[in-house]
């Protein structure tokens, strides 16, 4: 008797397991950073996780301003959850992304906008985050 390699073991199909389109997306935002860090700090500022969720993924004062904008939970809502509504990002030097959101719950529409740089490791990290109507305090 042969084994089949490709297969486990009592699989008698041929077709792939129905996760892998959900990891072909997962793949192609990859590709697009800036969708992937507006889901993380919407997480962050609608309250859904703690700031240092995002320790390893900022730089510079970017983390300072999600603590501060945070305790405030500006993009909570009462009611329905929020949730991005568009995210654009351009690249204006190698390296370097700057990206805006459009944050919506219910009826209320927010602003966000944020730069990400890539690192020597390849690695992309936030470096600057604001909010539309939110001011962020400078010492």
Known sequence: MTMNRTRPGG???????ESVPAQRRRAAQWGRPHHWFAERLLAVLSGQRPVHWML?????EAYDQLAELAPATPLRSRGARPVIRM???AQPAPGVVEACASIAAGEQVRAMAFRLEQGPDHRWRCAAVELGNT???HP
């Open 56 to 60: 390893g993924h900022t730089i510079g």
């Open 11 to 17: 699989r008698h199909d041929a077709r792939r397991p």
């Open 135 to 137: 001011p962020i305090r």
């Open 87 to 89: 995210c654009r990002g």
